[in-house]
């Protein structure tokens, strides 16, 4: 591939909901260019973006691809990112290194909600939008209505189609330019004169074209007040910069089957106009710790500031580093600082990358997108610097994990690699995180949901590690309400020396973890056998005694017992005191505590009763209701029990519209009637 120099490039995020063809689009662009001789399909398994075995597999994107596609003298690299919400920060690393964001909508569909969360981030990151309106073949396509929605949910923005659809009501077999006022049929690049039937729809586009291109320039307003027209080159320039503006918000819009390959041409023109060049354009930096921008225009000759966007794992091809250069440039036989570690990095390998192939480069401009490997510490997230560490491209807002799963390494041989993969895994991707939960014992791994942590594993596994998986367990402590007392006796006479301890003990409520007293008169008991009762009774702690959970708030009081001067021994004393402890303990009516966690939730309004009464069958208790925007916040304290799939249901609740976040509060007695199903479940897994 050959070098770009910064005018020459252009970086674009694909993003929009599940589905809705963004990578089918990327496979059309790329074949009309010539990069490949035959179109891949999603169902043919053939596709150069999603070319992991596990997207194939699955049929859709799990991670954001780079692919470069070459057209005129300009390379645009497409960042073809995941629709499915589980993997958005994927997305949001895509639109903070591109410069231009296309929404993909579905024409059938309409506006999902992977087009609102696409469309909020490229809004807060403040890129220009381009929308492309796919499946334009199929049957129930409403290019008008669709339009008209986007209209409707994003009023702040101005939507100006600059293809239409041709043959309304009949096969869509073509589309028209509004600007040029030329149809485009079929697959091919040639254009046609417009039919008849839509000459007056693309002239009214063309009026409204005309009006977004005078809006955006001063000179241009001016004369189309007086003339009441532009020319060809006006609209063109002036439509140029309104849609390149962060702060015009002019759409435009276009009409397109990626399957069938119809409207992509124009589509590919429009990449190059439309788009903004990686020059124009400022990110927010951080510069020792306090916020910044890195102002547009940056070139080749200012100091290197380049953004690691997504890190992959690979079993033969080791870790790739795929990083956007926002200024300075890359070179093969140069090294780097990685601004967080410290890092000084060399760049030997370097790529630049269709998919998964590889295409070696000597030096990267401003602007560019590549790929390095064999590099020593850097991760997603990190900034490559020449010299200034102090100086950090500002990463996105990633949101909290939501779902957990327990794992567990398969063999002997997955337990040592289980550890260090599952960090590799976790450096590489920001919304995913891995620990070991001292109270349960259990290794946790915690993502955005379901799809996100099955994926996870998989990639472990094609990194040679299997792992399996478990339900992670909730924390529970036992503790008892109630005073008692108990005396146990220890006695074994078998063969030579036998064993003998009695310990008469009685257990209260307290108030920390655990308390040990001895009120033993007139050495009933030696010091050195209390000693020997507080490690025997000590060893019970956190296996428990009713449930197998840890215990805590409780005060032992050794007040009397018996030694025998020959077969009093160290054990002895610490199996009756064991012994003394659990009969006691069991009779001070004990409970068990809960983790109850603070639980914020925001939904759409409309969904706000259906959210409170499911909180209520999950034991929550609703703290307070806000309005922000069109959302509602509830906070509510609610049972962690209750809460371990609650990522899944809220989704399914509220058609994926619903967030949560979630922080421990306290520890709360379980209602009785919960707590006789742990204890049957528990006595049920010890058998
Ligand atoms: N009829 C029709 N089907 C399409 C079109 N574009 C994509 N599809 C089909 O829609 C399905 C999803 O296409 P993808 O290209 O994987 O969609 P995507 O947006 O990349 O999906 P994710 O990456 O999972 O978010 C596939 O079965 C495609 O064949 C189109 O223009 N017309
Ligand atoms: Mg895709």
């Known amino acids: 591939m050959k070098e770009y120099q910064s005018d020459k490039i252009r970086n674009v995020a694909l993003v929009g909901h599940q589905s809705s063809g963004k990578t089918s689009l990327v496979e059309a662009l790329l074949f009309n260019t010539g990069a490949t001789t035959r179109q891949g399909h999603i169902s043919e398994q053939n596709m150069v973006s999603d070319w992991d075995d596990e997207e194939r597999e699955r049929g859709l994107s799990l991670s954001t691809s780079l692919v470069p596609v070459e057209f005129e003298d300009y390379k645009i690299n497409i960042l073809d990112t995941p629709g499915f919400t589980d993997f958005q920060g994927e997305l949001k690393n895509a639109i903070l290194v591109a410069d231009s964001v296309i929404v993909v909508v579905d024409a059938v569909a309409g506006v999902e909600v992977g087009t609102e969360l696409a469309w909020e981030f490229a809004r807060l990151c403040e ?87 005078a809006e955006a320039d001063d000179d241009l307003l001016e004369k189309y007040f007086e003339e009441e027209t532009l020319s060809f080159d006006e609209i063109r320039d002036g439509m140029r910069k309104a849609s390149r503006s962060t702060v015009l918000k002019t759409v435009p819009v276009f009409a397109t089957s990626a399957t069938e390959n119809i409207g992509t041409v124009p589509l590919l023109e429009a990449l190059v106009a439309y788009t903004t060049a990686p020059d124009e354009r400022s990110v927010n930096i951080e510069r020792a710790a306090a916020a910044a921008t890195l102002d547009a225009p940056q070139s080749d000759s200012d100091p290197l500031v380049a953004y690691v966007f997504k890190t992959l794992n690979d079993r033969f091809v080791g870790t790739l580093n795929y990083f956007r250069i926002f200024s300075g440039t890359i070179s093969s036989d140069g090294r780097n600082i990685n601004a967080r570690s410290g890092a000084d990095e060399r760049f030997n390998a370097l790529f630049v990358m269709r998919g998964k192939e590889q295409f070696p480069v000597k030096l990267l401009h401003a602007g560019d997108i590549g790929v390095v490997a064999k590099l020593t510490d850097t991760k997603t997230g990190d900034t490559f610097v020449d010299k200034d560490t102090s100086l950090r491209v500002a990463p996105p807002d990633f949101p909290a994990p939501l779902y957990m799963l327990a794992v567990n390494p398969r063999g002997q041989a997955d337990s040592a690699k289980m550890g260090p993969t599952l960090s590799n895994l976790c450096d590489a991707d920001p919304t995913l995180r891995w620990r070991q939960d001292g109270d349960t014992r259990q290794t946790v791994l915690e993502g955005m949901g379901q799809i996100h942590l099955e994926v996870t594993l998989k990639r472990a596994e094609a990194l040679g590690v299997n792992i399996d998986t478990d339900m992670p367990k909730v924390p529970y402590r036992e503790t008892i309400t109630g005073n008692a007392d108990s005396s146990y006796t220890h006695k074994k006479q078998t063969g030579g020396a036998g064993q003998y ?187």
């Open 127 to 213: 890129q220009p939008i381009m929308v492309v309106i796919n499946k334009m073949d199929r049957e129930n396509a409403d290019f008008a209505a669709v339009l008209e929605q986007l209209s409707g949910q994003f009023d702040d923005y101005k939507f100006i189609p600059v293809t239409l659809p041709i043959g309304q009501n009949a096969p869509f077999d073509g589309v028209g330019n509004a600007l040029t006022q030329k149809a485009y049929f079929g697959a091919g690049a040639e254009r046609a004169d417009l039919p008849a039937e839509s000459a007056d729809a693309l002239e009214e586009a063309n009026m409204a074209l005309m009006e977004a291109a």
């Open 501 to 687: 301890g009695r310990v008469d003990l009685k257990v209260e409520p307290a108030e920390g973890d655990f308390e040990f007293e001895s009120s033993v008169f007139g050495g009933a008991i030696s010091q050195q056998f209390v000693s020997s009762t507080e490690k025997g009774i000590r060893a019970v702690l956190a296996d428990g005694v009713i449930a197998g959970f840890p215990v805590e708030r409780v005060k032992v009081i050794v007040y009397d017992g018996k030694e025998h001067p020959v077969d009093s021994k160290d054990i002895a004393f610490q199996i009756a005191g064991r012994e003394a402890f659990r009969a006691a303990f069991r009779k001070a009516r004990p409970v068990l505590l809960e983790p109850i966690m603070d639980v914020r939730i925001t939904v759409p309004e409309a969904m706000m009763g259906d959210i409170m009464s499911d909180l209520n069958t999950r034991r929550g208790r609703v703290q307070g209701m806000d309005t922000v925007g069109f959302k509602s916040v509830v906070t509510a304290e609610v049972p962690l029990a209750e809460m371990l799939r609650y990522g899944n249901d809220l989704r399914s609740m509220s058609g994926g519209r619903g967030i949560y976040t979630m922080d421990f509060n306290r520890y709360d007695r379980v209602p009785a009637y919960v707590q006789d199903e742990i204890i049957a479940a528990a006595e049920a897994d010890a058998d």
